[in-house]
């Protein structure tokens, strides 16, 4: 099943990975292990921090299994 979130901005995101990090059944200190990442980054972002870097959000989205599509607003989904 195609799963899509609509992400505006870091409190999106960090619903996003806090929801998929409860659906795997993963504590903090489980998912920082399985996703290379420190427990004090998964904190920050689940509680909505501005400071995480580009990169990691992009890593942590692929290690959750999704990828991250751009789409223009207002224009047609297939353009």
Do not use: C, I, W
Not at 10 to 31: C, F, M, P, S, Y
Not at 46 to 64: C, F, H, I, M, Y
Not at 68 to 73: F, P, Q, S
Request: a positive charge.
């Amino acid at each position: 099943m195609r799963e899509e979130h609509l992400v505006q901005d870091l409190a999106d995101l960090a619903q996003v990975v806090r929801r998929r990090r409860l659906e795997e059944k993963l504590t903090l200190d489980d998912a920082a292990g399985r996703f290379g990442v420190g427990r004090r980054l998964l904190v920050e972002l689940e509680g909505g921090k501005r400071n995480v870097r580009a990169s990691t959000l992009l890593d942590l989205v692929q290690l959750l299994g999704y990828d991250l599509v751009l789409r223009r607003r207002g224009g047609p989904a297939d353009e």
